[in-house]
């Protein structure tokens, strides 16, 4: 497989960019509708601690589910049917593209990881290929689609030309698109996907991290939703205290109104009078202020007006000029981001004799490491302190003065 893929890479017309990523790895989960599940298999583990996570309710452990393939025949030909879909819909380079596929039935959850390159056949060089990424994964100039106008979310009408705005179709929008396309040709060959279309888990993922990380959101939803409970009954309380302390104020006031009537008027008309009063003076001033600071703001808008004209005018011709350098930079940015996840997804999978991930074998030593730095540490303080105190004990002896009793 190595070989074959060095072989495309070989082929590639232009020379090669050493940022531009060799492969991609794609996952493909069997839908849960052709699954049968397996109740608590595995348990839950807090990424902090490493620990079980315990369920405060019963005290005991919290598990989560495997899923199996209930029909292994089918299973295998609902991930051919992936294969297909893939090098014919998303793969430029068709078949040609994938150099191999694993279908992992031991796991957490039945999937399909195909490794595949990002080459194509070059169209201005007959029998060579070129770099597609951008246009599989990426954004580039050569896919685009409708521009939609968020407002009314119908397609923007070019004056000139009368039909819609075309601009570059987003990786977002990309994935979405296969996404609704591998489940639409999963319909037409007969599988169960509408009750249990995961967009996400069709199209990438990470296999049991992943599905461990889901049921780890739902872990920390709950906590969170037991202790809205707990808050929503204090607010209860706190509410019914609240009204009660408004009931006995209002008797209150309904007793001191019985008692002195005329003299509660009275002072109520002059209260009024004076709020009347401060109200009208604050609302002269707020006027007086507002007109001010408008009679400010447009001498602001008036000076700034020219300023902001002669700037829009260097910043159109600026912005021509960055514009030429923009698609290649967004190219780059693309593929460096490829290789960092393809990097990540090597440390995530490939493993050591002793069955560790490459990134939990690092983990570990680091671990070691840090551990041995803080002994060493320890032992020097301790040393430091005894070497302090021997000192002190000794400072009479030197006939400097001895303070106390």
Request: net charge neutral; charged share 35%.
């Amino acid at each position: 497989m190595l070989d074959y893929g060095d072989s495309r890479i070989k082929n590639v017309y232009r020379r090669w960019n050493p940022n531009s990523f060799e492969t991609t790895l794609i996952a493909a989960h069997l839908p849960k509708t052709m699954c049968r599940e397996i109740p608590d298999y595995y348990p839950i583990v807090d990424k902090q601690t490493a620990q079980p996570v315990i369920d405060t309710a019963t005290g005991e452990p919290r598990m989560r589910s495997r899923w199996v393939a209930k029909d292994r025949n089918e299973a295998i030909r609902y991930f051919t049917e992936v294969l297909t879909y893939y090098t014919r819909e998303v793969l430029t380079g068709g078949a040609d593209a994938i150099h191999g596929f694993d279908i992992n039935f031991d796991e957490s959850t039945p999937h399909i990881q195909i490794m595949a390159d990002t080459l194509a056949p070059d169209p201005k060089h007959e029998g060579k290929l070129r770099v597609d990424a951008a246009r599989m994964w990426g954004a580039h100039r050569d896919v685009t689609v409708d521009k939609i106008d968020k407002v009314t979310g119908h397609p923007v009408i070019d004056e000139k030309t009368g039909q819609p705005q075309q601009v570059m179709e987003q990786p977002k929008a990309k994935m979405s698109r296969y996404q609704q396309g591998l489940r639409a040709h999963m319909i037409n060959r007969g599988f169960p996907v509408e009750s249990d279309y995961d967009p996400e888990r069709h199209l990438s993922g990470l296999g049991k991290d992943e599905y461990a990380e889901v049921m780890d959101t739902r872990r920390q939803t709950l906590d969170q939703t037991e202790q809205l409970k707990v808050k929503n009954e204090d607010l209860k309380q706190r509410e019914a205290s609240a009204e009660d302390y408004h009931a006995r104020l209002d008797t209150y006031r309904d007793n001191l109104t019985k008692e002195d009537k005329w003299l509660r008027y009275a002072c109520d008309q002059v209260d009024q009078e004076k709020s009347r009063v401060a109200s009208r003076s604050r609302d002269l001033d707020d006027r007086e202020a507002d007109i001010t600071h408008r009679d400010q703001h447009a001498a602001e808008k008036l000076s700034k007006a020219s300023a902001e004209l002669e700037a829009a005018a260097r910043a159109r011709a600026a912005a021509k000029r960055h514009q030429e350098t923009l698609e290649e930079r967004e190219e780059r940015v693309t593929a460096r981001e490829a290789i960092v996840k393809d990097v990540n997804d090597f440390l995530d999978r490939m493993k050591t004799p002793a069955k560790e991930t490459l990134r939990e074998h690092f983990e570990t030593f680091m671990h070691t490491r840090e551990k041995k730095r803080q002994r060493i540490k320890d032992k020097y303080r301790a040393d430091a302190k005894a070497r302090t105190h021997q000192g002190e004990r000794s400072e009479p002896d030197r006939g400097g003065p001895v303070l106390g009793g």
